[in-house]
């Protein structure tokens, strides 16, 4: 009887123990390790009054889900605003628009003007020909009265003329010098007209004029300063003030490669420097309305990731600050495992390593897998807020734990539930091959996600 006893205690160590011992020999744990995950802190986005509280404490919500709802009408009163000051931006868009195409009109009238001037310089020249002709018709007159006179004269000596015909001669020609001085007085009103002195330097011809003159007389200048001031308005800049009429129209036409005038000018209605601030100032009008829009919008806090609601401290009538926190949403699934081995645990430890979770909650009767995805880079005393100093001399060594993240794989929140904070016992399987990204590493590439 005794020996069957004592056979019996054998085969239930060989059962229970072996696997113990070898546990033993090929894992590495502790039971210094914690539940932890992602938590988000929920706070609005503007200032306002509570008018609703959707949630309370560990009400599972889901991404989107409104939680806290703002008094909305302050911020419907400022979209209010903002959509007049829109309307109020696109009447002076389109009133500058219509003010630029007056100037366009005022800018064709003035091309016109130009090509009046040209034409009233080429009349003047013209006119200086006539003049210029008429003169000589009146010298040549003056020059036969003058002819038919000394004739009469002598004929009147010899008794062959009579007085009256001597002195009608002699009426002729005072007559026909009157009328070149006169005609001549003509020609150097219109050169005068034109810019020229009365009588052309060295002896040069009265119908002489400089070449190009339709192009540089005074008025043709100006009426081209008037057209380059009314282009600049509109944002067309023209060529220099020194350039000829005849360039300055070149230039514009060349704006269109078939020189099409009325597309050349419907093109620069929208390019126009005005019409241009005035789209700016629409453009900031809707930018203002967006915003007004976006505030409104943010009246309804949204829950930002799926999870259960924690930490409620809002009601309904607070008045609560854009950023003030007013609850907190744990998540379910972005849960993890947080180890703190003994500095003398780590030697054999790495990325991608299985990793048998037991949590207290539940016993040994559910195994949570998982694998190291990394290494915290310092140990829990060098982050704490008063980090240790051994600089006295009283040096007294304590053992380190380093904080060793375990992922969990297949974990379903809806079975069996892991909370923050639980205890678990993890057991890494140092003795195994790791697998996975950054397999084998103690440090994770950068850039990498484990």
Known sequence: MFGVVVLAALVAAAVFAVPAVRAAMDTVSTDDAYVNGHVTFVAP????????????????????????????????????????????????????????????????????????????????????????????????????????????????????????????????????????????????????????????????????????????????????????????????PLSKSEATPTQVIEEFRARDAKGDVDRIFAALVPEAPAVKQAEAKVLQAKRDLDQAELNRRYCRVLAEIDGVVTRRNVNPGNNVQAGQQLMAVRSLTEIWIDANFKETQLAELRIGQRVEVFADAYGSRRVFRGRVTGFTYGTGSTLALLPAQNATGNFVKVVQRLPVRVELEDYDPEGDTLYAGLSVTPHVYVKEAPTGPNAGKRLQAAGARP
Do not use: C
Request: proline share 4%; no cysteine.
């Open 45 to 236: 986005r503007v200032p306002g009054q509570v008018l609703r509280v959707l949630v309370d404490d560990n009400a599972r919500v889901k991404a989107g889900d409104v939680l806290v709802e703002l008094d909305p009408e302050p911020y419907q009163v400022q979209v209010n605003i903002k959509q007049a000051a829109l309307a109020a931006a696109e009447a002076d868009k389109r009133a500058t628009e219509s003010e630029v195409r007056g100037q366009l009109a005022q800018l064709r009238s003035q091309r016109w003007k130009l090509q009046t001037a040209i034409e009233q310089v080429d009349n003047q020249i013209a006119l200086l020909n006539a003049r210029v002709a008429a003169l000589r018709s009146k010298d040549a007159t003056l020059a036969r009265a003058k002819s038919d006179l000394a004739r009469f004269k002598e004929t009147l000596a010899r008794g062959a003329e009579s007085k009256q015909v001597y002195d009608a001669a002699v009426e002729a020609v005072g007559v026909a010098e009157a009328q070149v001085k006169q005609a001549t007085q003509e020609v150097y009103e219109v050169r005068v007209g034109l810019g020229l002195p009365p009588l052309p330097p060295n002896g040069g011809a009265l119908t002489d004029v400089p070449a190009g003159l339709n192009q540089t007389f005074s008025t043709v200048r100006q009426a081209v300063a008037d057209m380059t001031h009314i282009a600049a308005q509109v944002g067309l």
